[in-house]
């Protein structure tokens, strides 16, 4: 039951350009999207989030789009750099449950080449 | 900057021998969690906390598991009887919350081996 999905395995790009990491969900109910940064061996760092209410959010050289019609987010790096090579994974909640776990992608694996 | 700290950072056990892992969440937060993530999966949520009772489990949390809040600042996951299957990175999170949009916030987690 894949509630969040992330298709992309893997992403390469070059030091300076833009890296575009996405997600979808299937679940109409969540209402807070996350993501998230995790090197090997660490936990999982909060990057940037958006709720339902917005379409964009903007953090430094980080940006989130939030389409809801078609259930998909996307995470913008510009200009990327090779500090960025980590694994991003995409999180989903729905807030006001009393739990407000998160559900997790599998994560995107970008690679920041100089 | 305020951070949740886990415990230990590496524990190897015996398949059915018991562990506790420990975390100490950032101290104004009022929401907890425990997530795991086996290699090469995705991070799944185990359980929350709220108000020193537990809010919502996820099927994978069964009898085997419990948590607790023993003071003021420690948050501990255990594990009864644990078995190979359980081998993972243990993950512990923290909210504000104050209610809305909850950001967690996560510790550099906890690698259990079960041999």
């Known amino acids: 039951d894949q509630q969040v999905k992330q298709n992309s395995p893997s992403l390469s790009v070059q030091e300076g350009r833009i890296s575009i990491l996405n997600c979808d969900y299937t679940?109409?109910?969540?209402?807070?999207f996350l993501w998230y940064k995790k090197y090997p061996a660490e936990g999982p760092t909060f990057l940037i989030s958006?709720?339902?209410?917005?379409d964009k959010n903007e953090d430094g050289r980080f940006t989130v789009f939030l389409n809801k019609s078609a259930k998909h987010l996307s995470l913008h790096i510009v200009p990327s750099q090779p500090g960025d090579s980590a694994v991003y994974f995409c999180?989903?909640?729905?807030?006001?449950?009393?739990?407000?776990?998160?559900?997790f992608g599998k994560g995107t694996k970008l690679t920041v080449n100089p | 900057e305020p951070e949740v700290t886990q415990t230990p950072s590496h524990q190897v056990t015996q398949m059915g021998q018991e562990v506790i892992l420990r975390c100490v969440p950032i101290?104004?937060?009022?929401?907890f969690y425990w997530y795991r993530q086996i290699l090469g999966q995705k991070v799944e949520f185990l359980v929350s906390?709220?108000?020193?009772?537990?809010?919502?489990k996820s099927e994978i949390f069964d009898d085997q598991f419990s948590v607790e809040r023993p003071d003021g600042s420690n948050f501990t996951l255990k594990i009864r009887s644990t078995k190979l299957e359980d081998s993972a990175m243990y993950f512990c999170a923290s909210s504000d919350g104050r209610g809305g949009w909850e950001t967690q916030y996560f510790g550099p987690g906890t690698r259990l081996l079960v041999l």
């Open positions: 958006i709720s339902s209410i917005k």
């Open positions: 101290s104004n937060h009022l929401y």
């Open positions: 679940n109409s109910m969540f209402d807070y």
């Open positions: 906390f709220y108000n020193n009772e537990i809010s919502e």
């Open positions: 999180a989903a909640s729905v807030s006001g449950g009393g739990s407000e776990k998160l559900v």
